[in-house]
């Protein structure tokens, strides 16, 4: 139950596009179609802005999409915008009724 | 308004126990599995442990396996999560989350709903 890795940290400018990357295997990632993302604010809950790969919960702009190829998943912010500073954090389910995080990614919005 | 709000964190000594509790309102709750996500202190979301809507099924990570055990009162809407022989690397706050889908006995999906955690310490 390796954490998948995602970069430590991305930055973008206002109304620019960022995306964030998270690698896993073929166990995780790569297997199966169960890849979440969540927005994490310091000291709040954690909010979902993307499962099974791509799906977006009502009322997560669509600024905010997903995508996967092999065993890498991506999470691609546009428009980006203040209050999108936050940490970052892919999800997968990888077998055995086991999930899995990744590292975390700090946004940064010069 | 779908709400989670956890309870029971402390500051406890190592080979101790405590007990959290969730209570879940706004929707129905036993029909979504619920799981414990943890994050220790300037590290990433570690996964705990999952319990299906019916409570006949459960899982945990590798590293509380025979230390913690996860159990829910649908009667009372609540979820809890048992914790022994706790070490210094449980410090962390714990987070109850509900699973996206209500068709699953696991979050295979993803989890919609998640808690403002509740701190637990462990230290002498």
């Known amino acids: 139950q390796s954490a998948l890795t995602q970069p430590r940290s991305v930055s973008g400018s206002p109304g620019q596009s960022v995306t964030i990357s998270c690698t896993g295997t073929s166990s995780d990632v790569g297997g199966y179609n169960y890849v979440s993302w969540y927005q994490h604010h310091p000291g709040k809950a954690p909010k979902v802005m993307i499962y099974e790969v791509s799906k977006r919960p009502s009322g997560v702009p669509d600024r905010f999409s997903g995508s996967k190829s092999g065993n890498t998943a991506s999470l691609t912010i546009s428009g980006l915008q203040a209050e999108d500073e936050a940490d970052y954090y892919c999800c997968s389910y990888a077998g055995s009724y086991t999930v899995v995080f990744g590292g975390g990614t700090k946004l940064t919005v010069l | 308004e779908v709400q989670l709000l956890e309870s029971g964190g402390d500051l406890v000594q190592p080979g101790g126990s405590l007990r959290l509790s969730c209570a879940a309102s706004g929707f129905t709750f036993s029909n979504y599995a619920m799981s414990w996500v943890r994050q220790a202190p300037g590290k990433g979301l570690e996964w705990v442990s999952s319990i299906s809507g019916s409570g006949g099924s459960t899982y945990y990570t590798d590293s509380v396996k025979g230390r913690f055990t996860i159990s829910r009162d649908n009667s009372k809407n609540t979820v809890y999560l048992q914790m022994n022989s706790l070490r210094a690397e449980d410090t962390a706050v714990y987070y109850c989350?509900?699973?996206?889908?209500?068709?699953?006995?696991?979050?295979?999906?993803?989890?919609?709903?998640w808690g403002q955690g509740t701190t637990v310490s462990v230290s002498s």
């Open positions: 989350a509900k699973d996206i889908s209500s068709n699953s006995f696991f979050p295979y999906y993803g989890m919609d709903v």
